[in-house]
């Protein structure tokens, strides 16, 4: 059932921006639209396309629960980024093909053999064309401006309402076919959704996070600049998440522009009480072990994916830094129902000081097939398990030890770690045999940058996608 639903939205997805191309094919065209060269048609199907798919990255963000807890956050922030390139490239390209320049219309409105384009069209396509290249450019370059997160995110949400605003100005003053009422209705029925999204995420959402506060408890230390946070609900809680899923805090205001994902280290339920795993990392989460008992948290969510497969037999699981969160609230959540599968456990810190002690937060004598297995890469006198560098070479070799065989299809493996770490054992346990689909990667940071198999199935199926789009365009182009 889940998955049929899946697979609706993921078709839903591809078909939304050839909505336009489709019903151009299908409804009788005036005699005033026909005729156009090919080039003409093909620059037209592009902008068509890309633009529709600029709505679309709307839909593909991990704000909308039911998006981001069916497709998991780090997959649906993949597809973004990518979608964004393909839109990009569609309505970078598409006023260099016209052959049309130099016969534009004036303003008696577009006409066939003529470019429909003037004065106050001109210019909002120009300013959209300028904005998106900005919006794709920033966000890619994101890290290495070393600007503000927050800043920049703020920043992206205005340059992506520029786009739609502009965009939409230029398409319906300037767009031959945009000049037939379906398309047009098509047209607004998107900026619709694109208003109700934003409405969600910027008024419905905060309106919502203001009746259900939690007051700060609790703050105690777990391990070296790593922090409990423990909330409790004033009124109503919010939504119990499931193991594994993370929320949104937002301190002091439900209005905040900044907030914060961390993972559910545990939680009761309903959600009167929660409680977080937070390692020092910028302003706000150096703040915490000063900030005072009773100040308030406004939270979103819960969101994500990150729960093992009922089906699993075998589950190996592994923490890089404070990926150890979503696993305590995973292996807490099995210690709970008894759980008899067999567990791998293999959790990694740089220092000894910086590991988590597990036994103070899950009861582990309650899983019964439990192996634990601790690594540091710089050990102190004491210490006596693992030492080195947890990587795809160590991941693969402690399987081994355990006697789990990466090809039986029992067996399911989860990762919530640094991209570097994670990246190496994903492609080293698939080199090993390990089929792609027993794969689950939780990332704290959303990037392309990843060299890891699951980034580089996204990437594959975007360019298919991606083909098809320019194919069908092409397509488009020459029948009409
Ligand atoms: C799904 C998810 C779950 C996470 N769970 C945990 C956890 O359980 N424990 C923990 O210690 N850390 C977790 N993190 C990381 C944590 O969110 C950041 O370390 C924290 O927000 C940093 O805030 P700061 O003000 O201290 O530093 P900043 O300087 O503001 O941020 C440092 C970096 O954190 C990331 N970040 C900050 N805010 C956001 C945001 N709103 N959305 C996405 N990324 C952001 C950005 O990459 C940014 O460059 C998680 C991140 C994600 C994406």
Not at 77 to 106: E, I, K, N
Request: proline share 7%; aromatic share 10%; glycine share 8%.
């Amino acid at each position: 059932m889940r998955q049929a639903f899946k697979l609706l939205l993921i078709g839903l997805y591809g078909l939304l921006p050839f909505v336009p191309l489709i019903l151009l094919a299908v409804m009788p065209l005036p005699s005033t639209h026909a005729g156009r060269p090919f080039r003409d048609d093909l620059a037209s199907a592009l902008a068509m396309t890309g633009f529709g798919l600029v709505f679309l990255e709307y839909l593909v963000i991990h704000r909308l629960r039911p998006v981001s807890n069916l497709f998991g956050c780090g997959p649906v922030m993949r597809m973004h980024q990518l979608f964004a390139r393909t839109a990009c490239l569609f309505l970078v390209a598409h006023p260099f093909l016209y052959s049309l320049w130099g016969t534009m219309g004036s303003t008696g409105g577009p006409a066939p053999r003529a470019l429909g384009i003037h004065g106050a069209s001109l210019l909002t396509g120009a300013l959209a064309w300028v904005s998106l290249i900005a919006l794709v450019m920033f966000a890619v370059h994101r890290h290495d401006s070393g600007k503000d997160y927050h800043r920049w995110r703020f920043w992206h949400a205005v340059l992506a309402l520029a786009v739609i605003g502009l965009g939409l100005h230029h398409t319906l003053h300037a767009g031959l076919y945009a000049s037939l009422p379906w398309i047009s209705a098509y047209w607004w029925a998107l900026l619709m959704v694109a208003v109700v999204v934003n409405l969600t995420i910027y008024l419905v959402m905060p309106l919502r996070q203001g009746v259900h506060p939690y007051a700060l408890t609790g703050v105690s230390q777990r391990a070296e600049q790593t922090w409990e946070l423990t909330l409790s609900a004033r009124g109503a809680p919010v939504v119990a998440p499931r193991p594994g899923q993370f929320f949104w805090l937002k301190h002091r205001s439900p209005w905040s522009r900044r907030d914060h994902p961390f993972s559910v280290m545990q939680s009761s339920s309903p959600a009167d009480r929660l409680h977080f795993l937070i390692r020092e990392a910028g302003p706000f989460t150096q703040s915490i072990p000063r900030l005072p008992q009773g100040d308030t948290f406004y939270l979103d969510g819960p969101y994500g994916d990150f729960q093992i497969p009922e089906q699993a037999q075998t589950v190996v699981l592994i923490a890089g830094g404070i990926g150890i969160a979503p696993v305590i609230h995973l292996l807490q959540d099995c210690a709970q129902r008894d759980d008899v599968r067999r567990f791998l456990v293999v959790v990694a810190a740089k220092t000894p000081a910086k590991h988590v002690d597990l036994a103070s937060c899950i009861p582990l004598s309650r899983i019964l097939h439990l192996s634990l297995v601790r690594v540091v890469e710089a050990p102190d006198p004491v210490w006596a398990d693992r030492v080195g560098r947890c990587d795809g070479t160590m991941v693969r070799s402690l399987c081994q030890e355990a006697g789990i065989s990466l090809v039986d299809p029992g067996v399911h493996v989860m990762i919530c770690g640094p991209t570097a770490m994670a990246d190496s054992v994903e492609r080293e346990l698939v080199r090993a045999g390990l089929p792609i689909v027993a794969l689950t990667t939780e990332r704290y940071q959303y990037d392309l940058g990843e060299r890891s198999p699951l980034a580089q199935r996204s990437v594959r199926q975007w360019w298919a996608i991606s083909l098809a789009m320019l194919m069908a365009s092409a397509g488009f182009a020459y029948l009409i």
